[in-house]
């Protein structure tokens, strides 16, 4: 089950600690709205320094869960180990914590357009790495046409299908040209998160861009059809105030979640099948259903099996080797 790192997590405590919990709930339950009624239009859903302490209690812990896993993943896939991020579109900067964890990171860019929401992750980030720290916070409407800083790795983390439809594919075009290794996109678990990932690896197979992950190896068209889509889930364990500002009693959710990867060379430990649903277990036999050779297939493994050992651990998400 995925949790903040501990640091975080009382950086977290403490900026909260000093607002009320009824204002807190308030503002939770008006950002949810928000971002379900209004998000894709490029509207400012998160302006006042309140709102961005009640979204780092109760969004920030899924989107860290998400993109540490999506990271994880496309690092695994790309063979690389990057030393400069840039977060675009940081929030309060869960993506920048993810990879953080996961890389040994010497240079950190955060863009952020929202005066508040740069002010609080540049409050957390005190509590993390040297690098997190040394972390540079600049404003940056990620719909204008300025060239972005570059880094090795590029990353956005739910910000994509907050803009208006005819900016969603210029903004991945410049956050490509702007990763000089690799480029990864999160965004929420649902039909319309998958649709605008898969424009974007259109565009960005079009461009000469190499997919790390999700998808299997090979550059060929998508196979998901019809009304399904391609998404991942990863638990994530809730805290007394997440849950209260939930609404909710269970001591963990699950987020589900879309990410596409991008690099510029060949991925080096691309996966040859990738598991897309849960498992269906039944006595002596595991049913699996995969993405592999650019297509959908339905596998079914037994005892025989070599794999049977991995896939009797195996989760929607995984590679099966």
Not at 6 to 21: F, K, V, W, Y
Not at 104 to 124: F, P, S, Y
Not at 275 to 299: F, S
């Amino acid at each position: 089950m995925a949790q903040l790192p501990a640091a975080l997590q009382s950086a977290i405590d403490e900026m909260t600690g000093a607002c009320e919990r009824a204002a807190l709930a308030r503002d939770a339950q008006a950002i949810s709205e928000g971002y379900r009624l209004r998000t894709g239009r490029g509207e400012r859903l998160l302006t006042r320094e309140s709102e961005a302490a009640a979204y780092a209690a109760a969004r920030m812990p899924a989107t860290y869960a998400a993109a540490h896993a999506a990271l994880s993943e496309a690092l695994l896939s790309a063979g690389i180990a990057p030393r400069t991020l840039l977060d675009c579109g940081a929030g309060t900067g869960a993506v920048s914590w993810a990879a953080d964890d996961l890389l040994a990171l010497t240079a950190v860019t955060c863009l952020e357009r929202e005066d508040a929401m740069r002010a609080a992750g540049q409050r957390l980030v005190r509590a993390g790495s040297d690098t997190l720290r040394a972390a540079r916070w600049e404003t940056c409407d990620l719909t204008q046409d300025a060239p972005l800083p570059t880094a090795e790795l590029v990353c956005e983390g739910y910000m994509l299908g907050e803009l208006p439809e005819t900016m969603r594919l210029p903004a991945a075009a410049r956050l490509w040209d702007a990763a000089e290794q690799l480029a990864v996109f999160i965004e929420p678990g649902t039909p319309q998160g998958f649709a605008n990932l898969r424009a974007v690896r259109d565009m960005l197979l079009a461009r000469g861009a190499h997919i790390a992950a999700p998808c299997p190896a090979g550059a060929g068209a998508c196979p998901m059809t019809g009304e399904d889509w391609c998404h991942f889930a990863v638990r994530v364990q809730r805290t007394q105030l997440h849950r209260a500002l939930k609404g909710g009693d269970a001591p963990y959710e699950d987020e589900k979640f879309c990410y596409l990867a991008a690099m510029r060379g060949e991925p080096e430990n691309a996966c040859m099948s990738r598991v897309l649903r849960h498992p269906q277990i039944a006595p002596g036999r595991i049913g699996v259903t995969v993405c592999e050779g650019g297509a959908i297939a339905e596998r079914t493994f037994t005892k025989k099996d070599t794999q049977w050992k991995q896939v009797r651990k195996i989760a929607a998400g995984d590679r099966i080797e």
